[in-house]
């Protein structure tokens, strides 16, 4: 039995949670953080190359250029500043500049944009896990096995888009998308229909009936002129990857440790829900007093979305959830286990949805619908759907799954720590490695649902894709590469550690030393950019010699860096397939992992959730000095790009406070129930067979 | 499942090694190979089980390695003229190679005896973590968001009022600002070689129309060169609806000023260029302009002095056919002792565009555009060094530096002023 807590200091929670708001307190609390990063506070002292040096001589400039100023205001006042202001409904607008504690307008409006996306991704992305988890703890009675086959299309249209979108970037398979949905999802249908009644096939048999069976349904309803052989192997590998995920659902092992990881994971999302809730409205209230004009603009451009379908979709939601939630030991207990998993896809399918439409006015700031000349004219649908909808809906779709395994690894890490009892860190121990595992796992496509996502953007204008990559936000990718070569490493060297704990995998680690070289390199390449100036050419007080010299330059060049991005993937998936077959020829300790491992894990998840936000901010700033581009004008005072350092600071103090109140929602949720009871906790217990 | 293992990696290792053909040739493959067989390698060997190391035997030989290793990192990257940051980069990822096998073989941590131990472990992860990404964030090169403001809070160009310096800067900002340097540079100055660079290929020798509708229409005139399929679809054909009337006279009036009155405009992809000289198209329409039958040159007949067939038809007139031919000496303090097959492009062109004093070789600069002329010379020299008789091309001439476009305005080696 667990000891009580006798007081509140010694509460272990209370502990680090006072730790964690001290260190966010003592960083966030760095005061005056200007708007400006050209201050020196704002760059935490760590001053830069650029035009550090010659701060003191512009400050000197500055107080004589600002009585300069003075005297010429009188000069200026007939001047016609019109343009500043004269786009679009932005004619008229009157700003308002808020400061506290050196949070500007835009710093709130950031700070809470990007927590209720973080909480958004925790509710749509962490259902998708549980459901599937939640089949594979359940016995397949056979009211499971019916809802099996519903989860098995559920989980096919997910793989099947994903295989598709990345056939359709890298080979270049026109409908890939389609091909990858419809084959998968057939391929699934058959499968698991077949298998229902008896176990009619074996996993070849499986693989053979959904790959023909998807291919044939996948013909028929992608809209083709002529077909071609690249598109009906994707359908071949589709199908077969369908039938091959239904065979091995429909008759796995049931696992109680699955049904008990989903059910934790679940108590969780509860309490994540009403943050996301909470946190919306503070965007919204945010917004309407530091960008009212704009976001009023922008809700009365899809009057339909905002007062009927979204609305709609998030009471829904909420209802469906709540029942996922409560539901789960009343159905358990009366033996219904086959409907909860039915709810919890119905919860999915509701909550993605309600991405795919909000996804419709973000991707409408950034590409409104061409020509612009008819916005007025044009359908709400037609503005939704416009060139960067379906990219960002496939990059969140699947950054969404990345963030729930991810999230599972902290979820892992934190009851590890927190666990006194060996069966407890045997399953945390265990938990933690699921999450790492389908993290990566799903974080393997994401870089080429990025790729899809700028392509778009590049064809709708390149201007913002240049911005992006070649522009002011040059070094901000650059970083975006660091952070994504760590994961890659932490992930590695997490396996590396839990590798271990099993016996006698040590004759893999010669081979994964050597992967490690491979990583560090090719981190290294996809590390090096054109040049080491933060804009397109470089501006006063910039270094312009800082340009690698055209004989070198295909090393920052993209043929490289899918190299190196190669070379990543191969390493983590050998080192993958290496421990696997270290788990199954050799007996793996759960609990004793080296307790280097969970904070490996949760330096996994806070990269994760920090190069989130990262992205989030590059795809923000982006629009430049647009709210809508080409639409609708920012005119306000900070419609600048923030540099790097000052976007950096920020981003980890909303990563912080993420953090602080995820680890008070994994301690309410799941260690506080389990330090409240007397007795041991009466979990789910397996239903009985109907 | 061994079986299904080695079906899975030979798959995935072939898939590899064909990509990495396919993208870097014979070497890429060989690479692959390499670590296949290196991988291949060490699966042989066999360990003993781990001994955990103490701090000091975890380093002792990793830190000798790792400085000769950033020392030789630092040393061929200087080599390969890599400039200083790069090199910094090269040893930095050294150490952080140092810190990962050192990570690798730390010995097991001990077991957290308090809840003290593991909320001190995780307050150092989470500072760790943010430590790297706050300090990277803030020593990757910066810019100045005031320089940004000021681009953008400046008024639209209007060109009004404006005189020529002023509309050819207002054009330059025009492209700045649509970020043409993205793909195009301009001699030195520049982001990539994804399109022509439009100072050497002297984008400025063609009328203002052509280059609108360059602009405009980017798709009708594809760049010799460039006519791969994604070099075809790279320029972007929204100009027309983004850029005013008087931000695409700017845009021309600046593009107009990409000339080098020292070289022979050059073609195509950085890596396979070639100038003028060896560009049968050009030579084929010199050769109109040389016997005074292109349309666009009327008025201009070279060949009614030096003759159709290379042999002078008027005394004095230069005869191409010979190779060993020299200058003239009719223009005081300006002479040079090289043969005509070794004269620099230069001299083409001053001798062309401004001709011999008090002879019948006129100025022609000033009467014809200078893009013929260029055409006319190019064809010229067939006459001593026929095109199939060529065993090479000529080599494609360094880009101009600054310092040498500047000195062409102060030498002032263009007739028009204004460039």
Known sequence: MLKQPRSLLQNAFAKTLFGLIFVYLLGHLAPHLTASSSSIVSNLNFQTLAYAAEDDEEEEYEEEEEDDEDGEEESAEEEDLSYLTDIGPAAEHEFAEFSFLGFSNRKFTWFAAQLHILFASFILGCPMFVVIMEVMGARRTQGVRKAI????????????????????VIVGIH?????????????ALIVSFLNYFHRLMNIRASALIGAAFGTLISAGLTPVEHYEVSGIMLAVINGAVGGLISNGIMFARSDFKFERLAHEITKVIGICYSFTALTGGLFLFVMLVAYKDFITYLIASFPTLFMVAYPTLFILETVVMYIYVYSWDPLNKANKKGRHIVT????????????????????????????????LTISEWDKISNMAWMPLNYHRLVGNGTFGGYMVCIIGAYMYLWSNKNEEREYYDWVGYIGNIIGV????????????????????????????????????????????????????????????????????????????????????????????????LPEPGMNPDMVLPDNLAFLALMISKNTAAFCLVTVTFINYIFYTIATKTGKVHYGKVNPLGPYVLIFLGFSDIWLMSWMGTIRELSRMNWHIYKVFKD?????????????????????????????????????YPKTKATKPAQEAAPQMAE | MKIDMIIVGVIAALSGLFALYSTFGIAGAIAGLAVIGIYALLLQVKLQKLEEKTFFQNIRFKVPIILVLAGILWVLAG????????????????????????????????????????????????ALASTIFIVVTAQLPQFDPEFELSKLNRPPVKLEGLAGPEVIAAGREVFENNKCFNCHKVFWEGNSDRGPNLGSKQIGLYPAAYIKDQILSPRRNQSPGFDDPKSKKAMPTYYGEDLSEDELIALVSYLKTMRDPTRMPIEGKFGQQWTWWDDKDIIAEGQQVFEGLHP?????????????????????????????????????????????????????????????????????????????????????????????????????????????????????????PLL
Not at chain 1, 151 to 165: K, M
Not at chain 1, 349 to 370: E, H, S
Not at chain 1, 479 to 503: D, H, P
Not at chain 2, 321 to 343: P, V
């Open chain 2, 79 to 126: 080599k390969f003229n890599f400039p200083v940051w790069w090199q910094i980069e090269f040893v930095a990822f050294a150490l952080v190679g140092f810190f990962f096998f050192t990570l690798l073989d730390w010995k097991t941590l001990k077991l957290e005896k308090s809840n003290f131990d593991w909320t001190i472990r995780i307050l150092a992860t989470y």
């Open chain 1, 441 to 536: 796992a799903i974080m393997i496509p994401l870089p080429a649902m990025g790729y899809i996502f700028v392509r778009e953007i590049y064809q709708y204008d390149a201007t913002i894709g240049m911005y992006i990559m070649s522009d002011r936000e040059s070094m901000f990718m650059l970083v975006q590469g660091l952070l994504v070569g760590t994961m890659f490493s932490a992930s590695n060297i997490y396996m590396w550690v839990s590798m271990k704990r099993i016996e006698n995998a040590q004759r893999f680690f010669p081979a994964m030393k050597f992967g490690f070289v491979l990583i560090i390199i090719s981190a290294a390449i996809w590390f090096t950019p054109r040049r080491f100036f933060a804009t397109m």
């Open chain 1, 149 to 168: 086959i519903l989860s098995n299309v559920f989980l096919a249209i997910l793989i099947g888009v994903v295989i598709g979108i990345t056939g359709e």
């Open chain 2, 296 to 416: 666009q040159a009327e008025g201009l007949n070279c060949a009614v002095c030096h003759g159709k067939d290379g042999i002078p038809m008027m005394t004095g007139a230069l005869d191409f056919r010979n190779a060993d031919n020299t200058d003239t000496t009719k223009i005081e303090g300006d002479h040079t002792d090289k043969l005509l097959k070794d004269w620099p492009d230069a001299l083409w062109y001053r001798r062309v565009t401004r001709g011999v004093p008090n002879t019948p070789m006129a100025p022609w600069g000033t009467i014809f555009p200078h893009l013929y002329l260029w055409k006319a010379e190019a064809y010229a020299r067939t006459f001593h060094d026929p095109l199939e008789k060529r065993t090479a091309k000529r080599p494609v001439p360094a880009v101009p530096t600054k310092e040498e476009i500047e000195k062409w305005q102060t030498d002032g080696m263009f007739m028009d």
């Open chain 1, 635 to 671: 005119v306000t005072p900070e419609k600048f790009a923030p540099t790097l350092a000052e976007s950096g600071f920020f981003v980890t103090t909303i990563v912080w406070t993420f953090f602080i109140l995820m680890t008070a929602i994994i301690w309410i949720g799941i260690k």
């Open chain 1, 344 to 375: 919890g896809i119905i919860l999915n399918v509701l909550g993605l949805t309600l991405l795919v439409a909000l996804d419709g006015p973000a991707t409408f700031m950034q590409t409104p619908t061409k020509p612009l000349a008819d916005l």
């Open chain 1, 175 to 187: 409908h890939g998308v389609l091909y990858g949905l419809w084959a998968c999802a057939f391929g």
